[in-house]
């Protein structure tokens, strides 16, 4: 099974930004798609945005004017660039691969491990 590690998370004040990466573990692996959720206490864990390997991509409505979703296929790496930070962005964010085992030819989803992103005002 297909490691994701996520990384970028952390402190940031009001009106800053953070970039989040999620990096699939080997290259044994295709990441087709990838999509970021987050997860705020006491709530369900909501998509933020969805990206296609060939570059189609979908972003929720309350952010779109604020998130960037790119993906570096050849590299396996997807990225959420996140602006003008606010604290209701204060959550653990995960990322969520489609991936394709080039060895099995089979696909399935993985899930990052979750990194948590606090927007102090």
């Known amino acids: 099974q297909v490691q994701l590690v996520e990384s970028g998370g952390g402190l940031v004040q009001a009106g800053g930004s953070l970039r989040l990466s999620c990096a699939a573990s080997?290259?044994?692996?295709?990441?087709?798609?990838m999509g970021w959720f987050r997860r705020s206490p006491g709530t369900q864990r909501d998509m933020v945005a969805r990206?296609?390997?060939?570059?189609?991509?979908a972003i929720v409505e309350p952010v779109k004017d604020r998130v960037t979703i790119t993906l570096a296929a050849a590299a396996n790496t997807g990225y959420l660039t996140m602006n003008k930070l606010n604290p209701d962005d204060t959550a653990t964010y995960y990322c969520?691969?489609?991936?394709?085992?080039?060895?099995?030819?089979?696909?399935?989803?993985?899930w990052g491990q979750g990194t948590q992103v606090t927007v102090s005002s």
């Open positions: 969520n691969a489609d991936v394709y085992d080039n060895f099995t030819h089979s696909a399935f989803k993985s």
């Open positions: 080997t290259d044994r692996y295709t990441v087709l798609g």
């Open positions: 990206i296609l390997r060939a570059g189609a991509t």
